[in-house]
């Protein structure tokens, strides 16, 4: 089983950028398509971007044309750019392999956008 380690949230003022990495581990990273998952206080985890094992890319509408999901499969790192930030960008991260039930969740990184 893949073992996710997420970093890089933080405290950003809206409008602000953060870039959110993701470090795979235990098995080949490169064949997985991999996600980014967002879950804010009191509400369902939601997709946010696919990013496949041939590099396509898919997003939640509400973050098209300020997120980027992209991957670097030979340091098996998953990365989500993020660009003019909102509040309700906030939320905590989660990175996954999508593998079924076999996929793993990483711990999560907080992203807070506030002023």
């Known amino acids: 089983q893949m073992h996710l380690v997420e970093s890089g949230g933080a405290l950003v003022q809206p409008g602000g950028s953060l870039r959110l990495s993701c470090a795979g581990s235990?098995?080949?990273?490169?064949?997985?398509?991999m996600a980014w998952y967002r879950q804010a206080p009191g509400k369902q985890r939601e997709l946010v971007a696919i990013?496949?094992?041939?590099?396509?890319?898919t997003y939640v509408d509400s973050v098209k044309g300020r997120f980027t999901i992209s991957r670097n499969n030979a340091k098996n790192t998953l990365y989500l750019q993020m660009n003019s930030l909102k509040p309700e960008d906030t939320a905590v991260y989660y990175c996954r392999n999508q593998n079924g039930w076999r996929g793993s969740w990483g711990q999560g990184t907080q992203v807070t956008v506030s002023s």
């Open positions: 990013i496949t094992r041939s590099y396509t890319t």
């Open positions: 235990g098995s080949i990273f490169s064949i997985y398509d």
